[in-house]
């Protein structure tokens, strides 16, 4: 296959503001198209939010997708239409350049300070044994695997579900929370944007993938997950700042959804 032969369809290249310059892809597209924003629900879209298959992929789909990605500057996300279809259109991309004024540690400081200001000191139980006091992020974990192989395990896990493959413009694929516009945790945090900064900062300390978006939903793989409940009940904050629904809704208290997150290699969550 020549180089010319590598070039990404025209379709993609319109997802890239530069037009996917230098960008190749080694690999048959399966039928699909670009979404646009919903006029209707943005007025902000300059380009397709992502471009999504007509069928539902399998795992190993998925995973060569996944694999050229540092080619190709497309990562894959296995799009959940239960709730909503995707087509619909109802997305807000942001410019991935704004994550980096924010910071995991910042957001989780202020969604602390936030929700202890406005609770009754009984309330308090449910961040035990932190309390009022936000402990800040965890430590990094400890690496037990190759952080795509985790990802293409939990792909094949989550593609028996049913479900279409979505293509997002990023660098990494963190960034598929703000550039494809994804609104799931909308009734947490109005903007999507420093969510996308604490899914970066857990690529970076617990070999974190985004494999999975749904209309109010998040999975990633982990491939370096806290080993034991002292640090889990660490990372169980962060997760409750992210996504408290996940402890309140779940458990019920942070010990009780720390003891789900020792070696675990997926996270999901769901907010109401």
Do not use: K
């Amino acid at each position: 296959m020549g180089v010319n032969d590598l070039r990404l369809p025209q379709e993609l290249r319109e997802l890239f503001a530069d037009g996917g310059m230098g960008r190749r892809l080694a690999l048959a597209m399966p039928g699909g198209e670009l979404v646009w924003p919903d006029p209707g629900f943005t007025q902000q879209a300059v380009r397709p939010a992502f471009w999504m298959s007509d069928e539902p992929v399998t795992g190993p789909e998925w995973a060569a997708f996944r694999a050229e990605h540092a080619r190709s500057g497309l990562w894959p996300v296995l799009l959940d239409e239960s709730a909503q279809p995707w087509a619909a259109g109802q997305v807000v991309p942001d410019d991935a350049t704004q994550i980096e004024h924010f910071t995991a540690e910042g957001f989780m400081a202020e969604v602390w300070q936030e929700w202890v200001a406005q609770v009754p000191p009984d309330a308090l139980a449910e961040l035990e044994p932190f309390g009022a006091l936000c402990p800040g992020l965890a430590p990094p974990g400890a690496l037990v695997a190759e952080p795509g192989a985790v990802a293409d395990w939990y792909a094949g896990q989550l593609a028996a579900r049913g479900m279409p493959l979505g293509l997002a413009a990023v660098d990494r694929g963190a960034d598929t929370l703000a550039v494809m516009g994804w609104q799931g945790a909308l009734h947490h945090n109005e903007w999507m944007v420093p969510l996308a900064a604490v899914v970066r900062s857990w690529e970076d300390r617990f070999g974190a993938r985004v494999v999975s978006l749904g209309f109010n939903t998040l999975d990633v793989s982990v491939a370096a997950p806290p080993a034991d409940l002292e640090h889990a009940l660490h990372v169980a904050a962060e997760h409750w700042a992210f996504c408290p629904d996940n402890v309140v809704q779940g458990p019920g208290d942070l010990f009780g959804y720390a003891e789900q997150l020792v070696g675990a290699h997926a996270w999901s969550f769901w907010w109401d």
